[in-house]
């Protein structure tokens, strides 16, 4: 049975996952020549703790100076736009596994990139809600951190839930979004390890990393920092 969706696979249009034009032949994919030379990681100046860009003398944006998070160092793989944007919907709403597989490679690849993430004894995802895990059939912020724990030879570790259902973050105010996330997360099973990567597909204001940290925080882990995919 498995000969079938290769079979599919094989006679199926292929295009490019981000730009949807038809590969040349000879090109794997799932990205077009064109698109593949935008994709660029992320360089410049950042704040030292949330990563946005920054250039303040002290690197430590106005956010970070007026107030402590629980997450203690936030860092992108790349900045969110063409084509990790568009890879990244392929594999998230159009079920694009190639181009998930492309995008986790490269985030793996990247984490040697920034040392200031520390030594995290363990990697763990931010879950999806377990219905919109059923309506897509995998979580694609696991995706991602099962292939920077195996670059960083760490385990994977489960407990984080989501607990309760959000509403969609885009169009909040960062004010409500930290409202929108309250309790949303919480830790169920053996103790979190002591030092902790999480590992998420994209990171807007942070509200989520942060949620989830304060549940993880809750739950004994004592040093969090989190990598991401992409920054909004
Ligand atoms: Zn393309
Ligand atoms: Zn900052």
């Not at 593949?36 to 944006?61: F, I, K, M």
């Amino acid at each position: 049975m498995r000969l079938l969706p290769r079979l599919f696979d094989f006679l199926a249009p292929r295009t490019c996952a981000a730009c949807r034009r038809d590969l040349p032949l000879l090109v794997a994919g799932p990205l077009c020549g064109d698109c593949l030379a935008l994709a660029r990681p992320e360089t410049g100046p950042r704040c030292r703790r949330c990563g946005v860009a920054d250039d303040s003398p002290a690197r430590l944006c106005r956010r970070c100076r007026s107030r402590l998070f629980a997450v203690d160092c936030i860092r992108a793989a790349f900045a969110y736009r063409p084509p990790v944007r568009e890879l990244l919907h392929a594999f998230k709403y159009r079920g694009r596994l190639d181009a998930g597989r492309l995008l986790a490679g490269w985030m793996a690849g990247l984490l040697s990139r920034h040392p200031e993430l520390g030594r995290p004894l363990a990697v763990v995802c931010v879950p999806l809600h377990p219905g919109r895990l059923r309506e897509r059939g995998f979580n694609q912020a696991e995706w991602l951190a099962r292939a920077v724990a195996a670059a960083a030879r760490l385990p994977l570790q489960e407990g984080l839930r989501r607990v309760k259902k959000t509403r969609a973050q885009w169009g909040l105010s960062r004010r409500e979004r930290g409202a929108n996330l309250e309790g949303a997360f919480a830790w169920a099973g053996a103790r979190p390890a002591r030092r902790v990567l999480l590992v998420d597909d994209v990171c807007t204001s942070g509200s989520t990393l942060e949620a989830c940290a304060r549940a993880l925080q809750a739950a004994g882990a004592e040093d969090i920092r989190a990598f991401v995919l992409a920054r909004d």
